[in-house]
């Protein structure tokens, strides 16, 4: 998955994301080994992967101005931890389903939001143009 990302060109690319998926894997898969105990609880090794990675997503995303910039990436790194989690916890299946969801998301909605959504800096109607936004913002 950081293929797409480091193809176009996004701060966090196939080694970032290999390391949320090894490491969130490494996390969940060593809170199952018996050697910690009946203590270990798997829920809350996930909810502590989850909030680790939180932290690294909002790190990617950065406000220029008006514009909001990496969206998709901090989204990828939230789902990579997601299916490291997934085969640290033994749920091969869902891990390779969920990276072949992923992946056609990442590669197939691109240029269908290009071909059949206009203007898509401009989501919101109200919003004003592009240049009066930044104009504003700089002063």
Do not use: C
């Amino acid at each position: 998955m950081g293929t797409e990302r480091e193809f176009r060109g996004h701060v966090a690319g196939m080694k970032t994301m290999a390391l949320i998926a090894v490491g969130s894997s490494m996390f969940a898969s060593l809170g199952l080994e018996s050697v910690f105990g009946n203590r270990v609880d798997p829920t809350r090794i996930a909810a502590q992967i989850v909030s680790g990675v939180g932290f690294l997503g909002a790190g990617a995303i950065l406000r220029q101005g008006v514009d909001v910039r990496g969206l998709t990436t901090a989204a990828s790194i939230w789902v990579v931890a997601s299916i490291g989690m997934a085969v640290g916890f033994g749920y091969y299946a869902v891990a390779i389903f969920t990276t072949f969801i992923v992946l056609v998301m990442l590669i197939a909605i691109r240029p269908l939001e290009n071909r059949f959504i206009r203007n898509r800096k401009y989501r919101r109607h109200d919003d004003p143009p592009l240049d009066e936004r930044r104009t504003e913002s700089m002063s």
